[in-house]
C-alpha cells in the first residue's frame, strides 16, 4: 500500500533550536508540496518541488526555512531557528505528473497524496 | 487566477439525514475540482475529484458532488450520513488551462454528524 510517510509524528523542542522534518514521496511519484496547517491560517503551501527541483516557495518565510530534496526518496523541511509561532502540523504531499506535462494537458489530473503529518510545538 | 470558498465553517447533520458540504470556486478557463477529508491527527485523504464529463462525481464512502458550471459550485453530498462522516473536509480547484499544477485550497469545513 504505497503511502507518504513523515518522520517525526510529533517533536517539542525549545526556541532557538534546529528542527528538520522528513519525507518519503509515494514511489515514481514526482511532485513533493510542503504545507502548513494552522487553526487560524488552515492549509498553507510554504515549498512545491518538481522532480527535485524547486519551483515555489513564495509561501515560504526565507530567513528561517529551508526545503530540499537530497534525492527522490526524500524532502526535508528545516526551520533555524524555530520560533513559537512556527508550531503547526506540517504536512508534506506528493503527486504525479506526467511526462510532457503542460498546464493544460488532459492528463495532469493531480490528486495529491498527503503524509501523516508532523506536529511541532515550539515552546 | 484561482479560488475556491467553503462558505460554512461548520455542518451539522442527524446521522441518516442527507449531507451537504458546499464549495464554490473561481477559475479563468475550466476547473479541476477535488474533495479531500481530514480525520482528526491524520493527513488529507483524496475523496473524489470532477475533470471533465458527467457533472456527477461518485467517490469514496458512498459521497458524490455536483459540479454545476452556471453557479461555479462543487458542493459534496451523501444521502445518509454515518457518525464516522464526522471529519474536516477541504475543496481544491485547478485553473485549467494556464494555471499551475498547484491546487487552491478552501479553508475547510467541520463536519459533524450527531448520532
Known amino acids: 500500500d504505497a503511502r507518504v510517510t513523515q518522520t517525526p509524528r510529533d517533536k517539542v523542542t525549545e526556541m532557538g533550536q534546529e528542527v528538520t522534518m522528513r519525507c518519503q514521496p509515494i514511489?515514481?511519484?514526482?511532485?513533493v508540496f510542503w504545507y502548513r496547517q494552522t487553526m487560524m491560517q488552515g492549509l498553507e503551501l510554504l515549498a512545491y518541488?518538481?522532480?527535485?527541483?524547486?519551483?515555489?516557495d513564495s509561501g515560504m518565510p526565507k530567513d528561517r526555512f529551508s526545503a530540499e530534496m537530497p534525492d527522490a526518496t526524500l524532502a526535508t523541511l528545516k526551520i533555524q531557528p524555530s520560533e513559537p509561532r512556527d508550531s503547526a502540523v506540517y504536512f508534506c504531499?506528493?503527486?504525479?505528473?506526467?511526462?510532457?506535462?503542460?498546464?493544460?494537458?488532459?492528463?495532469?489530473?493531480?490528486?495529491?497524496?498527503f503524509g501523516e503529518g508532523s506536529r511541532l510545538t515550539v515552546l | 487566477a484561482q479560488s475556491v470558498a467553503q462558505p460554512e465553517d461548520q455542518v451539522n447533520v442527524a446521522e441518516g439525514n442527507p449531507l451537504t458540504v458546499k464549495c464554490t470556486y473561481s477559475?479563468?478557463?475550466?476547473?479541476?475540482l477535488f474533495w479531500y477529508v481530514q480525520y482528526p491527527n491524520r493527513g488529507l485523504q483524496f475523496l473524489l475529484k470532477?475533470?471533465?464529463?458527467?457533472?456527477l462525481v461518485k467517490g469514496s464512502y458512498g459521497f458524490e458532488a455536483e459540479f454545476n458550471k452556471s453557479q461555479t459550485s462543487f458542493h459534496l453530498k451523501k444521502p445518509s450520513a454515518l457518525v464516522s462522516d464526522s471529519a474536516l473536509y477541504f475543496c481544491a480547484v485547478r485553473d485549467i488551462p494556464g494555471g499551475s499544477y498547484i491546487p487552491t485550497f478552501g479553508r475547510g469545513t467541520s463536519l459533524i454528524v450527531h448520532p
Open positions: 470532477y475533470i471533465t464529463g458527467d457533472n
Open positions: 514511489l515514481g511519484h514526482n511532485t
Open positions: 518541488f518538481r522532480n527535485r527541483a524547486p519551483l515555489d
Open positions: 504531499a506528493s503527486g504525479l505528473v506526467p511526462r510532457g506535462w503542460t498546464s493544460g494537458s488532459p492528463l495532469n489530473t493531480g490528486e495529491l497524496f
Open positions: 477559475v479563468s478557463g475550466n476547473p479541476y
